[in-house]
């Protein structure tokens, strides 16, 4: 059960919700592609663990010279961790994140041949890949869907539409499992990553101009 406030809302009423918010969603926004730049699996993990408290925007303006100099999981292994900090400053939390890459791909040589793996329990053992990151890798690279992507718009939104009273991303992407369907774990996150950038902002919700504000239990209380 969800509290909200002095009201619970049943599972039934949640997934009522959700069944309505999700074609609403997609009409809102039709497109499923992510804004971080990719161009392979290894790529698209190394930007993802880039964007961890950071933009999508900043990291786009690093990794094209990244992904110039380290092409392969052995180059990253093997690359001089100084250098990789420089490379990836702007991003925040850099040293943490390079340690993280080098790791990261260090285990690919070591146990994937390189490559990177297509499951969730192979992608969450690499070095800085929790859930959130391989979510956005199997979504995205494999086309898989094994769970739901939780970040701060997804939590935000999510709980302000009364979907989730959750507060750890593990609870919160086992309350949208719950209340959608597989097919809509993917493109119901991501839409809600999207509509938390354009309208429901962290401090200055665009309540007034919400398109879904009639199914947003909060809309009363924060516009």
């Given at each position: 059960?969800?509290?909200?406030?002095?009201?619970?809302?049943?599972?039934?009423?949640?997934?009522?919700?959700?069944?309505?918010?999700?074609?609403?969603?997609?009409?809102?926004?039709?497109?499923l592609e992510i804004s971080l730049g990719w161009d392979s699996p290894l790529e698209l993990v190394v930007a993802t663990i880039l964007s961890a408290q950071c933009t999508d925007e900043r990291v786009n303006q690093v990794t094209p010279e990244?992904?110039?100099?380290?092409?392969?999981?052995?180059?990253?292994?093997?690359?001089d961790q100084e250098e990789l900090e420089g490379l990836?400053?702007?991003?925040?939390?850099?040293r943490n994140k390079a340690r993280h890459i080098r790791g990261m791909a260090a285990r690919l040589v070591a146990e994937h041949d390189g490559e990177v793996p297509d499951s969730m329990d192979e992608l969450t053992q690499l070095p800085g890949v929790a859930r959130k990151t391989a979510n956005v890798v199997l979504n995205n690279a494999f086309s898989k869907s094994e769970g739901v992507v939780v970040d701060t718009h997804v939590k935000r939104v999510a709980t302000r539409l009364g979907l989730t009273a959750a507060n750890t991303p593990e609870a919160i992407e086992r309350d949208l499992m719950e209340v959608l369907p597989r097919e809509e774990w993917h493109p119901f996150s991501w839409r809600l990553i999207r509509h938390g950038r354009a309208r429901c902002d962290a401090r200055r919700p665009d309540c007034t101009g919400c398109e879904i504000s009639d199914e947003c239990p909060s809309a009363s209380t924060i516009s």
């Amino acid at each position: 059960m969800l509290s909200m406030g002095k009201r619970i809302e049943s599972i039934a009423r949640r997934r009522a919700r959700a069944a309505r918010l999700a074609p609403r969603l997609a009409e809102l926004y039709p497109g499923l592609e992510i804004s971080l730049g990719w161009d392979s699996p290894l790529e698209l993990v190394v930007a993802t663990i880039l964007s961890a408290q950071c933009t999508d925007e900043r990291v786009n303006q690093v990794t094209p010279e990244l992904f110039r100099r380290y092409r392969t999981a052995e180059d990253y292994a093997g690359a001089d961790q100084e250098e990789l900090e420089g490379l990836i400053h702007s991003t925040g939390f850099y040293r943490n994140k390079a340690r993280h890459i080098r790791g990261m791909a260090a285990r690919l040589v070591a146990e994937h041949d390189g490559e990177v793996p297509d499951s969730m329990d192979e992608l969450t053992q690499l070095p800085g890949v929790a859930r959130k990151t391989a979510n956005v890798v199997l979504n995205n690279a494999f086309s898989k869907s094994e769970g739901v992507v939780v970040d701060t718009h997804v939590k935000r939104v999510a709980t302000r539409l009364g979907l989730t009273a959750a507060n750890t991303p593990e609870a919160i992407e086992r309350d949208l499992m719950e209340v959608l369907p597989r097919e809509e774990w993917h493109p119901f996150s991501w839409r809600l990553i999207r509509h938390g950038r354009a309208r429901c902002d962290a401090r200055r919700p665009d309540c007034t101009g919400c398109e879904i504000s009639d199914e947003c239990p909060s809309a009363s209380t924060i516009s």
